[in-house]
């Protein structure tokens, strides 16, 4: 059995388990209860990943590197976008 497919379907998962809180944060438009902290390690774990895949020559482990740091990226903008959102509603400005 071709060994790529367990890595493909990581891949696949991975990026499937970002989409909801990334969902989340654009229907609640809040930052509460998240931590940034927890989501720039990761990001920075994904990194590693992609230069991993790419230094053994496995695409399945560069892609889900790159891919989740991207989605990351993406959680990480949302976080400090609606926690500045927060924090006007909060001080009332």
């Not at 696949?12 to 970002?18: L, V």
């Not at 230069?51 to 989740?68: K, L, Q, R, Y």
Request: with cysteine; net charge positive.
């Amino acid at each position: 059995m071709n060994t790529l497919i367990f890595g493909w379907l990581g891949t696949s998962i991975t990026f499937t388990y970002k989409l909801p809180q990334i969902y989340k944060f654009y229907k609640a438009k809040t930052a509460k209860g998240v931590s940034l902290i927890s989501y720039l390690i990761q990001t920075v774990g994904y990194i590693f990943y992609a230069i991993h895949g790419i230094i053994i020559n496995d695409p399945p482990c560069f892609v889900m590197g790159a891919v989740s740091f991207f989605l990351n990226t993406i959680l990480c903008c949302q976080y400090i976008y609606y926690k500045r959102k927060d924090d006007r509603i909060t001080n009332g400005t």
